[in-house]
């Protein structure tokens, strides 16, 4: 008894048995010749040549193939794939209508319903079902009996009849799906036994040599390595196979997953930029409109020019003597109007709009704690670049001086916190930044100073008028103010830090608040932070703090 395809391959596989490869090709030459010569329309020309594709592409894939009792549905397969790449590459569909023409003469059955065009039946049959197709191929175009394709199969002969029936009937479908009448069972068998087609002498052969010539030159398989991997897959269940499969496919899911959240975090990443490219746009756009406005004003300054001298003459060098309404008149074009000096005391120069990254305007102090000045007071005051760093340089100078007279008067309460903060029985620890406005009464006349000399007196005062409110907030009227710290455990085991101001001499705050949650105290003045810091080391119940944001509360 000769052995079956699936022991064949096996030999081949694992012993380099060239003898069991040379039997499969003998075995299911005829099938995979005449499937080829009826893909390609008739043309018998390129059949052995599709031929030899579809049993070198089994060479290169039998260390993959699942046990299988008989290989006739894949070489079936193989070869009308094998045919229709050919037909695709040299583009033969002429020569192949004539041919098909010529074959439908000479195998033309007397039963009517014989189907005419072969082709159409091959790919028929690659639309049903592997086990419904390779019932079809063994019976009728390799002309097996139902007994041996019950065992190739692995059902019974009965069983084998019955599928063969259904696989019938279900070609019949796809071919009338084609646009063909509805076939009987009868005729679609006569259509499959015509269409069987001996392979010309000496095609095997040829194809087996160089099949085997092929796959040694191109380096074979690792034979070894390919029998010991071969051998326990060809013998897998389905199941197994299965699983097999799905963890081979699982693979390149996770490399694909992986290179999606890669790709994720570099758009991410892009989006940022282009958020920052955004926000640098706006603010180029914001100071290139301001320069331009600039350069127009500079564009009108021979008219203003002009318009002085000519007032200037009528007051005949005395501007009291001037008429008040021509003091202060001004040309329509003009973007400027003069004011008295007593009115900019009484005036906030705060309306400069700085466009964020979502283009939100957010408005700036005339005069912030380090000495910047808002475009608008800057705008009224003339100032030139250079006055404007001589006062940013001004006020770090100052400031500079003022926190080393903070720390050296600075003061821990042991006494507990004041009443007004309302901690209770909690524990707390309580830092004061005493008053010093003796020495403050002395940096604030050096400031005064050195800004008079940067930019004269009158401006000078202009800049110190606008620049109230930075004095208060930062540096507490030049230390003429002491500010109170209490930090404790709030109720949700965060922390609380109360802070206040107020006069030595008075009791009572003139004002204060409190921040509560899990805070950062990197915020609170250096002094403060690093005592808190020590005080929040010895306690024995403290979390340290997130980056949350405290929330600020109004008494």
């Not at 390609?40 to 260390?63: I, N, P, T, Y």
């Not at 699942?66 to 549905?73: D, H």
């Not at 404790?488 to 608040?513: I, K």
């Amino acid at each position: 008894m000769e052995p079956d395809d699936s022991e064949l391959l096996r030999r081949y596989v694992r012993d380099q048995d060239e003898d069991a490869f040379s039997l499969l090709v003998r075995r299911h030459i005829d099938l995979v010749y005449a499937t080829a010569v009826r893909s390609l329309g008739g043309a018998s020309s390129g059949a052995s040549d599709v031929a030899q594709e579809a049993f070198l592409s089994l060479a290169r894939k039998a260390a993959w193939l699942g046990a299988e009792g008989s290989l006739a549905g894949w070489l079936h397969r193989a070869a009308v794939l094998a045919a229709r790449q050919r037909m695709r590459t040299e583009a033969r569909r002429q020569q192949r209508d004539r041919a098909a023409a010529e074959l439908a003469e000479t195998m033309e059955s007397s039963d009517s319903e014989s189907i005419p065009v072969i082709q159409d039946l091959d790919e028929a049959l690659l639309e049903l079902e592997d086990s419904d197709r390779r019932a079809l191929v063994l019976r009728f175009l390799e002309q097996r009996s139902l007994r041996d394709v019950g065992e190739c199969l692995r059902i019974g002969e009965d069983a084998a009849q019955k599928r063969v029936a259904k696989a019938l009937g279900r070609l019949s479908l796809c071919l009338a799906r084609r646009g063909y009448a509805m076939a009987t069972a009868a005729g679609l068998a006569r259509s499959l036994q015509a269409a069987v087609l001996s392979a010309p002498p000496g095609v095997a052969a040829a194809v087996t040599a160089h099949t085997l010539t092929t796959v040694a030159a191109a380096g074979g398989l690792s034979w070894p390595l390919a029998a010991v991997l071969a051998t326990p897959l060809m013998a897998l269940t389905h199941v197994q196979t299965a699983a097999v499969c799905l963890l081979t496919a699982a693979l390149p899911l996770g490399y694909q997953w992986h290179a999606l959240g890669a790709a994720r975090a570099e758009q991410q990443q892009l989006s940022a930029a282009l958020q920052q490219a955004r926000a640098g746009f706006h603010r180029e756009d914001f100071r290139r409109a301001h320069q331009q406005r600039r350069v127009e004003s500079m564009d009108r300054s021979l008219l203003w020019a002009r318009k002085d001298l000519e007032w200037r003459e009528r007051a005949e060098g005395d501007v009291s003597s001037t008429p008040t309404a021509l003091r202060y008149a001004w040309l329509d074009q003009a973007p400027y109007v003069r004011v008295p000096k007593s009115v900019l005391g009484d005036v906030r120069f705060a309306a400069t709009t700085v466009p964020d990254g979502r283009g939100t305007p957010s408005l700036t102090d005339p005069v912030s704690a380090d000495g910047t000045v808002s475009d608008s007071l800057a705008d009224t005051l003339n100032l030139t670049p250079s006055e404007q760093a001589a006062i940013r340089e001004s006020f770090a100078s100052m400031a500079t001086r003022f926190r080393q007279l903070e720390a050296e008067h600075l003061r821990i309460v042991m006494e507990g916190p004041p009443q007004e903060f309302g901690v209770g029985q909690r524990d707390s620890a309580t830092v004061v930044l005493g008053a010093f406005p003796e020495a403050a009464t002395q940096l604030k006349a050096e400031l005064k100073e050195r800004l008079t000399r940067s930019v004269g007196e009158d401006r000078a005062t202009v800049v110190w008028t606008q620049a109230n409110e930075a004095f208060r907030s930062a540096f507490r009227d030049f230390g003429a103010l002491e500010e109170v710290y209490t930090l404790a455990f709030d109720a949700r085991d965060g922390l609380a830090v109360w802070n206040g101001l107020r006069r030595p001499d008075e009791p009572r705050f003139e004002s204060w608040g409190n921040s509560s949650g899990h805070m950062d105290l990197g915020g609170y003045p250096e002094p403060v932070r690093s005592y808190f810091q020590r005080w929040l080391e010895e306690q024995p119940t403290w979390v340290p703090p997130s980056n949350e944001s405290p929330q600020r509360q109004s008494p």
